[in-house]
């Protein structure tokens, strides 16, 4: 399992994070803080809940838990829990500021240092989120690691009824082209194909066309999402999101690459986007498949190829 899909936390609790954060702002301009509880599933995977916010000391730039309260909390859930897998997540908000770990964060993280990891979230008014793993020790090593990683909000799954009516107008209107489409003039960058490739594409079998063409789609979806990271519109969690369905989708259609993940924070992958050409977004299971795949989809791209007279 990969670390960004070890933590997930339930729409409800999120929203409660952002509850909280909406009061202490809008009564007091405040930060505010609280714990919760991240409990192993049978699936490997840990839930986070049990948000509380505890008697605490807020400013507008920093916020403090009552010590006795932090005892009490980890004393109620570790009696009602009973694991000593079990870890505590402190969270707090960062209201109109960014998502990001100050000198006074990274010093309470510190302050949770145990022998195995321990976890900490900052969000702010935006839903826009950091979720740090801390690991103390490596392999008993005394290595330190933090991770910033994603903490998916499970949401509920969005109710598709597909009718008969749908069904038996989808047999009537639609049809799958056989090969030949991918000669329809015009490709994603609006280059006109030059009908002489078609030598060039016999070259290569249905299987590695219907690939190309699944890889251009999601090539293209990516390229979106990346300009969409850089000019701001989507948020790092958005980001980490869409990679994620896109993998689902690979995955899905066994599809021979997938969408690399960072595990970055906000600024870090700005910078890793700006110097990263969309073909580099991807992974592949193996080399041969990405460089024949990836000239398929070059010579459909550009109009190039071995009889090309551009
Ligand atoms: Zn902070």
Redesign the pocket.
Known sequence: MNINEIFYISEKDWYALQGWATIAHSEDKN?ISGLMTAIPQKDGRFKVSDVEILKQQNTG???ELDGDAVSAYMMKYGMKYNNPDMKFVWW?S?HTMEA???G??TNEIDAWKNNSFSLAL?INLKEEYLFRVSFWKTNGLPVEQHIDTTLTVERKEPKINITAHMKKKYEELCSTPTVTNIYNGYNRNGVVRNPNQANLWQRNNEAELSMERAYNQVLEKAESLQDSYMDGTLKLGDWNKEVKEINKVCNKNKLPFKMKVWNLNKHDLQNKLMVTLPAELFEWEDNLVQERIETIAWNASFGYGGNNVY
């Open positions: 930060e730039t920093n916020t707090h960062h990001f770990w100050s006074t964060d900052v």
